[in-house]
């Protein structure tokens, strides 16, 4: 790949499997990228397994950690900036200034907020985070990504088809906005929206696929994002490269990403894989 980049991850960290950092950093080193991981929280797994330990970063530490980058010169040097999972509501506040004080440096890096609060109808982060993502981080973001029910939750708009994922991307109103698990008949789909278009990936379902899809599959699509290089391009390969592992993984606990690794640098090709575009201006007149 051309021009590796400096990437900052502010989110959860666990000592087994791979989820939030955990995922996130291999698939962007794979990828060529320096990645610089901040947890936001530390467990020994994901909270999914029985008996899992660990606790939420504190907010005076995660501070103290953001701060010592901008000591330290990091900031300076940051070419993009990717948030997930949060510890706390109070988290926010501090990602929100470390992404202002990046941006304020003169190399306007990328934003990308993954939201990951919650699934299947349900929320799973800690008290008011997702009103704090909502009120501090989403209007700072260049990029967003989230499955139908946390874009659906954020715009008040619920999601259960293509063309709701559409009204609820443009609610949003951000640059460029990401909505995963979209029903599309026997199919997932993968939409990302622009101002005037929209690109549908769609995939097979895979019955069983461990935790981390997520995470793995934004890290994927903004590694390939903050080179500049097309979109189309960037989501197809984050698509193809994040079903592969999956599929891969069907029924397990964790992904095989370290089994699979290969796939995140060269892509499978996907049997039953689509790319649609959608010319949002024409929708828009009828």
Known sequence: ??????????????????????????????????VWAVPTVLL?????????????????????????LGTQGRLAETDAVLSGYLGSAEQAALVAGVV???????????????????DDGRVYAGPGVADAMRDLLLPLADIVRGNAFEIGTLSGIEIIDVDTAILAAAALARPI??????????????????????LLATTPRIAAPPHGAGDLFTALL???????????????????????????????????????QAALVEPPDLVGFALTAIDLRKRAHG
């Open 1 to 34: 790949m051309s021009s590796p980049k400096a990437i900052l991850s502010v989110q959860s960290e666990v000592v087994t499997g791979h989820v939030g950092n955990a995922a996130a950093r291999f698939a962007l080193q794979r990828l060529g990228h320096e």
């Open 44 to 68: 020994s797994s994901h909270a999914g397994h029985k008996g899992f330990a660990g606790e939420a970063t504190t907010a005076p530490l995660l501070g103290k950690l953001l701060d010592a």
């Open 100 to 118: 202002t004080r990046a941006k304020a440096n003169g190399r306007t890096p990328l934003y990308c907020l993954d939201t990951a609060f919650g």
């Open 177 to 198: 906005v990401v909505v995963t698990s979209v029903p599309v008949d026997d199919e997932l789909g993968t939409l990302l929206a622009t101002r005037d278009r929209a």
């Open 222 to 260: 903004f590694g390939h994002m903050v080179t500049g290089g097309a979109v189309d391009t960037a989501l197809q390969s984050a698509v193809r490269s994040t079903y592969h592992i999956l599929a891969a993984s069907d029924g397990a606990h964790e992904m095989a990403l370290i089994a699979e």
